[in-house]
């Protein structure tokens, strides 16, 4: 059974912790590795050594920092199907999706690569008689970022590239289901010509993220996961004193109103509901059809897509969507759809009981439909994270706008309409981070940064792109005068020209 390694310093090691959680392959359920919780020990090992390597790195001229990423990303482009081959092993995605999470991965990459051109400061002369400013962003120091099951290497790129770019070193917890990918890149980045210690991979659970959220020599911590936790490591990680960035759960809404394409939005639904089994922050899991006709014409043409879903591992090259991660989140899943049941919602695909000839113990779900869903049921209020959309049927666009709105969560929104006015008035008044207007999953590009509004989101800054240099660093302004410019005699009043 294979033992998944920290990296540490610049080495791969063995951690020496006797807790150990199971990786399972989702696809056939067989274990395939051990997975050791890191003790506290190890991760105060692991800053100790970021922290002395990140003085010579943060000194290093941001041109040769973007000499190693340019590295990188070559290497990820080489090796991208080997990371997608982990991914899929372990998260249970199709061998495409997992591609096109690295190809995301490598576009931060990319992103990082400018990090010259990013830090560049800003300059004043003669703020003052003989007096000139200047400001620039400077790296935090060491940082940590903690990260979700559903992208294993992708969201990792959300964090360490543009942090380690900006002169920082960092410290990496990824989730405790498929640690593999990550270690993968790992190995990457080291045959890039990162120094030593500036990438530190330690694995572990609730234990090893409080110890990272209290240590005094982590000056920042970038979080993914669900909104209890992203709650939590905000609130611990800022009493501490550190930056908190930390990105919770979703529940995403599409309009379709009366003028859009019917079949497209169907498509769209298709993809952004069942694409990666629904275990997408950004998945849509709530139609909102305005008009009865509207609804009944869209529940017409999902029912024989979903019934048709082709479901199945990886290595299938057919399968449009694969297992859920674990036995437990499957679940967890069959027990909403059971809950959405109870509580009289209209279950139009039910895909409670699937099972796949040959994989009889992986973790599936068959795609599931429910319709005339309302506000008041759990399974609209909760985030479900599995293969299930709900239609919710609103009477007029004003319904589903406030319905939206009045919703805890705030990531991700789509409206399909050929309607200008109506689009332009939905993007300004949606109370959402990322909205689509005919795109189902508006995940902003590297150049642009991710991030949602109300629970989906605890602090100020959004990931990657501009908003994450800006949380990677801090702004330093100096003001100069030299002898020559300087007046005798001490000044008592406040400086002003
Ligand atoms: P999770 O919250 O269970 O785990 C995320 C991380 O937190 C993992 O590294 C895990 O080890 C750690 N963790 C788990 N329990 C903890 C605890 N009690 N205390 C401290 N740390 C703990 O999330 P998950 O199941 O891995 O991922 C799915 C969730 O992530 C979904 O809710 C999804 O919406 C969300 N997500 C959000 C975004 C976004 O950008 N907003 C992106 C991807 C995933």
Redesign the pocket.
Known sequence: MDVIENAIGGKRVRSASTRRSAVYNPATGEQIAELPLSTNAEIDQAVASAKAAQVSWGATPPLKRARVMFRFKELLDKHAADIAREISREHGKTHDDALGEVQRGIECVEYACGIPELLKGTFSRNVGPAIDSYADRQPLGVVAG??????PAM?PMWMYPGAIACGNAFIL?????DPSAPMLAWNLIMEAGLPEGILNVVHG??EA??HILDHPDIKAVS?????P??E??YRRGTTAGKRVQA????KNHMVILPDADLDQAADALMGAGYGSAGER?MAISVAVPVGEKTADALVERLKPRIEKLKIGPASDKDAEMGPLVTAMHRDKVVGYIDKGVEEGAELVVDGRGFKLQGYENGYYVGGTLFDRVTPEMTIYKE?I?GPVLSVVRAGEYAEAVKMINDHEYG?GVAIFTRDGDAARDFADKIEVGMVGVNVPIPVPVAYHS?G?WKR??FGDHS?YGPEGVHFYTRLKTVTTRWPAGIKSGAQFTFPTL
């Open positions: 903690i990260t979700p099951f559903n992208f969201v917890k990824p989730s405790e289901r659970d609730k993220v409080d979080f993914v996961g669900s909104t936790i992203a939590y490591v990105l919770g759960g979703a922050c985030e994270f990531n991710f949602g989906s989101l990931i």
